[in-house]
């Protein structure tokens, strides 16, 4: 158990329809991560989150969105869901940035049908 | 935002033999990691290298950074069925935001 929660692991929906997935971060972590990873394309960086700020936002879609709450869980929203959407989401954590390492989720496996 | 290439991208030895992976870039990280991911699992990091030239070992691997902060090396002596899995590296970008190579598949026969 790596200290950071994410769920659910496993979710399949129809394209067109929209998902949340959830992270509570290892106790103490700051700041969260989000990153995509499909076979083609690896790991993708999607957004991060300071203490509830945005900090950096990658290759994320308009359809994707995400909050930090002040007790620092992070939601991942996802809308309007294509086939190609269907991969591994990670969510990860560290103290402050990203000097010390990050501490990665199990993963939400998304299949979009 | 900057690209890290590793190489191989897939690697099948028998157990006993040594290999080393590489990863490469053009731009220069405040630091490099590595990680290990086994399916179903997200990736766990082995080892933060910062100064140029540093060389840190972890039981069996050695990690080297290179000189101009732009690329790493990762050896493994003696491969053992249980380094099976995929090794990733990741540059940090100024900001702390984490660039990740494609991996390298490594498989250890026994």
């Known amino acids: 158990d790596s200290g950071v929660t994410q769920t659910p692991k496993h979710l399949i929906t129809a394209t067109g329809q929209r998902v949340t997935l959830r992270c509570s971060p290892r106790s103490g972590d700051l700041s969260v991560y989000w990153y995509q990873q499909s076979l083609d394309q690896g790991l993708q960086f999607l957004i991060q989150y300071y203490n509830g700020e945005e900090r950096a936002k990658g290759n994320i879609l308009e359809r994707f969105s995400a909050q930090q709450f002040p007790d620092l869980h992070s939601e991942l929203n996802l809308s309007s869901l294509e086939l190609g959407d269907s991969a591994l989401y990670f969510c990860?954590?560290?103290?402050?940035?990203?000097?010390?390492?990050?501490?990665f989720g199990s993963g939400t496996r998304l299949t979009v049908v | 935002t900057q690209l890290l290439e590793q190489s191989p991208q897939f690697l099948s030895i028998q157990e006993g033999e040594n290999l080393t992976v590489y990863c490469n870039s053009s731009?220069?990280?405040?630091?490099l990691q590595w990680y290990r991911q086994e399916p179903g699992e997200g990736p766990v990091l082995l080892v933060t290298v910062v100064t140029g030239g540093e060389v840190k070992k972890l039981k069996r691997l050695t990690f080297q950074f290179g000189d101009a902060r732009k690329d790493s090396s990762l050896h493994i002596t003696a491969a053992q069925p249980g380094d099976t899995g995929l090794y990733l590296c990741?540059?940090?970008?100024?900001?702390?935001?984490?660039?990740f190579g494609a991996g390298t598949i490594l498989r250890v026969k026994s």
């Open positions: 731009s220069v990280f405040s630091s």
């Open positions: 990741a540059g940090e970008e100024y900001g702390n935001k984490l660039v």
């Open positions: 990860a954590s560290s103290v402050t940035g990203g000097a010390e390492g990050y501490t």
